[in-house]
């Protein structure tokens, strides 16, 4: 079965840089979440979309920026990198904002 | 206070037994319970959710909702070595018109379990 795809699936970025991921939801999904997971905690949200429209924003900081397209996939754009912005982010998906979400495999993302 | 509370970690069982898991939320107006298990550097795979009190049993899993109580839990029996991972409960707290629940998924810091042989 099809499922979550995230790219690419691991970045090294220096700081001040900007990078792009990006998320293709599980087919006739239409509700994507933004999550970072730093080492040894728990994933935080960042933000998501339903219908292509921002559904809800969480801790994600104003040099991060996202949308998601008419495709339904999504992308999470990242500016003036800081080394505290190394974690794991995972897409997920879901239906209709809510049921089972299920999780892509994540881009681990070095600032160095 | 954090809105989801995991019980402190690492849990370590032998082969075979029960490892019981316990999260507890702040939020009364939560709809909806999920337990993902996270291998090291991978991504969180849903097991179970539940969202009426109670107990679900899907296989070597049982989860039990105790709302009242602000309470859910994980039960996995005969425990594997394969089942050592960090095992992380989530809630949702949106409900729309329709009675289902909605919205962002709420995440504890996870319990590390450690079956060993």
């Known amino acids: 079965a099809a499922g979550v795809i995230q790219s690419p699936r691991h970045l090294i970025k220096e700081k001040r840089e900007t990078a792009t991921l990006k998320c293709y939801p599980i087919p006739r999904h239409d509700t994507v979440y933004w999550y970072q997971q730093g080492p040894g905690q728990d994933p935080q949200f960042l933000i998501s979309?339903?219908?292509?429209?921002?559904?809800d924003k969480g801790s994600i900081p104003d040099r991060f920026s996202a949308q998601q397209f008419s495709d339904y996939h999504s992308e999470l754009n990242m500016s003036s990198l800081e080394l505290g912005d190394s974690a794991l982010y995972f897409c997920?998906?879901?239906?209709?904002?809510?049921?089972?979400?299920?999780f892509g495999q994540g881009t681990r993302l070095t600032v160095v | 206070q954090k809105e989801v509370e995991q019980n402190s970690g690492p849990l370590s069982v032998p082969e075979g037994a029960i490892a019981s898991l316990n999260c507890t939320y702040s939020d009364r107006g939560s709809q909806s319970f999920f337990w993902y298990r996270q291998y090291s550097g991978k991504s969180p795979e849903l097991i179970m959710f539940i969202y009426s009190n109670g107990d679900k049993e899907d296989g070597r899993f049982t989860a039990q909702l105790n709302k009242a109580s602000q309470y859910v839990s994980l039960l996995i029996r005969d425990s594997q070595p394969s089942d050592s991972a960090t095992y992380l409960c989530a809630l949702r707290t949106g409900l729309n018109a329709g009675g289902t629940s909605y919205g962002k998924l709420t995440f504890g810091q996870g319990t590390i379990l450690t079956v060993h042989p």
């Open positions: 997920a998906s879901s239906v209709d904002r809510g049921g089972w979400a299920f």
């Open positions: 979309f339903y219908e292509k429209m921002q559904s």
